[in-house]
């Protein structure tokens, strides 16, 4: 299984980026996926997930409004857009996927994480 985090890059304070995940061998319908992100000097933080239906999702609460998960079952894809970007949220953003029944997890507990992505957001 592979899974693999993509669309990161440099814009300027206030634009926009889409980041995507994509799985090899692993159907995100049947998982629970979260996005985390790692900025220098700081610990690994979940970001948002996307609960098993699609129907319940998480946003750490300095994103909410801003940033939106998703996912293409037909594609087999979750995607991070992000709005309105800030400096802080300059990170390596990654991807993971974990048979939770409940809660969200910490990126430790996911069963597959991808590699990351950067994203560096100018002021």
């Known amino acids: 299984v592979q899974l693999q985090a993509s669309g990161g890059g440099l814009v300027q304070a206030g634009g926009s980026l889409r980041l995507s995940c994509a799985a090899s061998?692993?159907?995100?319908?049947?998982?629970?996926v979260g996005w985390f992100r790692q900025a220098p000097g700081k610990e690994r933080e979940l970001v948002a997930a996307?609960?098993?239906?699609?129907?319940?999702?998480y946003y750490t609460e300095p994103v909410k409004g801003r940033f939106t998960i998703s996912r293409d079952s037909a594609r087999n894809t979750v995607y991070l857009q992000m709005n309105s970007l800030k400096p802080e949220d300059t990170a390596v953003y990654y991807c993971?996927?974990?048979?939770?029944?409940?809660?969200?997890?910490?990126?430790?507990?996911?069963?597959?994480r991808g590699q990351g992505t950067q994203v560096t957001v100018s002021s």
């Open positions: 993971a996927a974990d048979r939770r029944p409940v809660g969200w997890g910490t990126w430790a507990e996911y069963d597959y």
């Open positions: 061998r692993l159907t995100f319908s049947n998982y629970v």
């Open positions: 996307i609960s098993w239906s699609g129907r319940s999702t």
